[in-house]
């Protein structure tokens, strides 16, 4: 079994900075993508970014210039650095990972972290 855990969440004031990180762990052979979405109360969960096994990063616009994904492929390990925060980046974020093989059974999945929560308010 693939287990997401997600660290790094908090309360912080507009203009600030958080970091957050996702481990996977579990019999991993290869995890393709890695990223972050978020839901914010009474709106559809979004794509925050997303990073894959070679580099290739992908944004939503509205935290283009602010948030940086980086990766661990090593570790299996994805981070977002979210800096210059908005009230509006207030949401849920989770981790998911797209395209994980796994050796015990050998085969293919997607995963999802429990969440944790990004506060952005004074």
């Known amino acids: 079994q693939v287990q997401l855990l997600e660290s790094g969440g908090g309360l912080v004031q507009p203009g600030g900075s958080l970091r957050l990180s996702c481990a996977a762990s579990?019999?991993?052979?290869?995890?393709?993508?890695m990223g972050w979405f978020r839901q914010a109360p009474g709106k559809q969960r979004e794509l925050v970014a997303t990073?894959?096994?070679?580099?290739?990063?992908n944004y939503t616009d509205s935290v283009k210039g602010r948030f940086t994904i980086s990766r661990d492929t090593l570790k299996n390990t994805v981070y977002l650095q979210m800096n210059s925060l908005k009230p509006e980046d207030t949401a849920v974020y989770y981790c998911?990972?797209?395209?994980?093989?796994?050796?015990?059974?050998?085969?293919?999945?997607?995963?999802w972290g429990q969440g944790t929560q990004v506060t952005v308010s004074s």
């Open positions: 990073m894959t096994i070679v580099g290739t990063t």
């Open positions: 998911h990972a797209n395209g994980v093989l796994v050796s015990t059974p050998l085969r293919w999945g997607d995963y």
């Open positions: 579990g019999s991993i052979l290869r995890i393709n993508v």
